[in-house]
């Protein structure tokens, strides 16, 4: 409705929900040219960053399933919640990158890594390369509201962490329940 509207201020930047919407798209249809489809399970380890959300619609938008890392896990925590999730890719920042490429060579599932280093890691997909479509339209994908949108991981107090599925539908009962 009000798309010149301020959507999110970070550092001092104003994103409006066009200007979100727009790189949402472009995310979603580069998740899509990098194989991942609906179904298919990405963990995102980021630093607070707008990227964090950008990759998070956008996995929406494609009936993937957002599983986020806390950016303050190290190896094994990390490896635990990539295996036990099975992920087709991870998101990670300068940070995070080191403790997901210590994990790689032990990991049983093939994961891409998608890196927004100013210098990915050898073998990591450049964020700027999942930006380079320049299609800004949602990507043509019907995503079902009792579909799972994310799988968030527990604290683990009695034992490892439990992956704990939440469908699409939660997620616009939430908005509108807040809208009211």
Not at 46 to 74: D, H, Q, T
Not at 126 to 148: F, I
Not at 159 to 171: F, L, N
Request: glycine share 8%.
């Amino acid at each position: 409705q009000h798309p010149d509207k301020a959507f999110l201020i970070f550092e001092g930047q104003m994103i409006s929900y066009a200007d979100f919407d727009t790189t949402v798209n472009r995310v979603a249809s580069g998740f899509l040219r990098l194989g991942i489809r609906a179904g298919d399970r990405v963990c995102v380890m980021l630093s607070n960053c707008p990227e964090f959300l950008y990759a998070w619609f956008g996995l929406m938008k494609i009936g993937a399933i957002l599983v986020p890392i806390n950016s303050a896990f190290r190896r094994t925590e990390t490896q635990y919640i990539v295996q036990h999730a099975a992920a087709a890719a991870i998101v990670v920042d300068a940070v995070t990158g080191p403790v997901v490429a210590d994990i790689a060579g032990h990991l049983s599932c093939a994961c891409q890594r998608i890196s927004l280093a100013t210098t990915p890691a050898v073998g990591d997909i450049a964020w700027s390369d999942v930006l380079a479509e320049p299609s800004t339209s949602a990507p043509m994908v019907e995503v079902d509201a009792n579909s799972v949108a994310s799988l968030m991981y527990t604290s683990g107090t009695t034992g490892q962490p439990k992956g704990v599925m939440q469908p699409h539908r939660s997620y616009v009962i939430a908005g509108e329940s807040f809208a009211m």
